[in-house]
């Protein structure tokens, strides 16, 4: 009986982390959100930036089924990676100076 409750359990969290993972659109927006904020643009810059590092930054979206993972490089090396599960976002950034 309690294995059973645990199947149902962990079904219905996959049933939620597949309803509410966020698509590529919205990938795309909170990457784009994290990266003028990780440089301290403001809007201006932010449209520079967008035009000009745009070109040069590629994106990769992957579907896993309960979550998503956006990936942003530039020059060959990863840039942002952010995971979407649960309609939130979970962002890690590398740190290169």
Same mark, same amino acid.
């Given at each position: 009986?309690?294995?059973?409750?645990?199947?149902?359990?962990? #079904?219905?969290?996959?049933?939620? #982390?597949?309803?509410?993972?966020?698509?590529?659109?919205?990938? =795309?927006?909170?990457?784009?959100?994290?990266?003028?904020?990780?440089?301290?643009?403001?809007?201006?810059?932010?449209?520079?930036?967008?035009?000009?590092? #745009?070109?040069?930054?590629?994106? =990769?979206?992957?579907?896993?089924?309960?979550?998503?993972?956006?990936?942003?490089?530039?020059?060959?090396?990863?840039?942002?990676?952010?995971?979407?599960?649960?309609?939130?976002?979970?962002?890690? =950034?590398?740190?290169? =100076?």
């Amino acid at each position: 009986m309690r294995m059973l409750l645990i199947l149902v359990l962990l #079904g219905a969290l996959a049933v939620g #982390g597949f309803l509410t993972r966020p698509g590529e659109e919205a990938q =795309k927006r909170n990457a784009d959100a994290e990266i003028a904020k990780a440089n301290g643009s403001d809007g201006i810059g932010a449209l520079i930036d967008s035009v000009v590092g #745009g070109i040069t930054r590629e994106a =990769k979206f992957e579907d896993m089924l309960v979550a998503t993972k956006y990936t942003v490089t530039q020059g060959g090396s990863t840039v942002l990676e952010c995971l979407g599960a649960y309609a939130q976002f979970f962002c890690s =950034k590398n740190e290169t =100076k």
